[in-house]
């Protein structure tokens, strides 16, 4: 099939192709506008002597140490646990019916001291502090484990101005994309259907004919070739 016919295929089946991007784009913003928001607070942490090291050579030796062992990777594990979270929902004073709207997780940067510490959760002022909490819970246990290190914090976690999910713009956009390469793909289908194969031959449940696989006449019909089978 060429693009010249796929193109006059989709031309005569327009409406189909509207009827799939209408319905794709419609769905979809019935799904994003009834679904539950979910907003997403991010805290930046980064590990470091707990106390100022004026030797350069200690000071040295120190980091390579936190590249080179899990002492970093062992924060991640710790804000991530669900007794940092359970000890930061009861700071914030959250239920516990509501405490699995909400969920936490912690990645380290690659091959650096820094961590990214996250909460989602439906409630933008909830994730807020829950995020605010789970870094100061984190940051705690971890100085308890490692006295030689701390955790200080980069950046503090924002208030989220939108949600992470839905994105209507987004879902829509998607949805439109999709819509029309299937309503395309139906578009073409359906042509064949109706106008024929696209090289130009009518399309038959059981298969062309001889007749119509060789229409220049040079290829015998089925019916010369058992009269010709009699005669002998």
């Not at 449940?205 to 001889?210: D, E, I, Q, R, V």
Request: with cysteine; glycine share 6%; charged share 15%.
């Amino acid at each position: 099939m060429t693009l010249a016919t796929a193109v006059r295929a989709a031309r005569r089946q327009l409406w189909l192709i509207l009827v799939v991007v209408v319905a794709a784009c419609g769905g979809s913003l019935f799904l994003s506008s009834t679904a539950t928001p979910r907003y997403r607070a991010t805290a930046t942490v980064i590990v470091q002597p707990a106390s100022p090291v004026t030797d350069k050579t200690a000071l040295i030796n120190s980091l390579t140490a936190l590249q080179s062992s899990r002492i970093v990777p062992t924060y991640a594990d710790i804000a991530a646990s669900p007794a940092s979270f359970k000890l930061a929902a009861d700071r914030v004073g959250l239920a516990q019916r509501v405490t699995s709207e909400y969920h936490s997780e912690a990645s380290v940067e690659p091959e650096s001291l820094v961590l990214q510490v996250q909460v989602t959760g439906p409630d933008r002022a909830v994730v807020l502090r829950l995020a605010q909490q789970l870094v100061a819970v984190s940051s705690s246990r971890f100085g308890d484990a490692y006295p030689v290190y701390r955790a200080a914090t980069l950046a503090a976690p924002a208030a989220p101005a939108e949600p992470e999910s839905p994105r209507v713009s987004r879902d829509v956009t998607v949805a439109l994309l999709l819509g029309l390469l299937v309503g395309g793909a139906l578009a073409v289908a359906l042509d064949a259907v109706l106008h024929g194969s696209p090289d130009g031959y009518r399309v038959h449940p059981s298969g062309p004919t001889a007749a119509e696989a060789h229409p220049d006449g040079k290829a015998q019909s089925v019916s010369t070739a058992r009269n010709a089978a009699r005669g002998r």
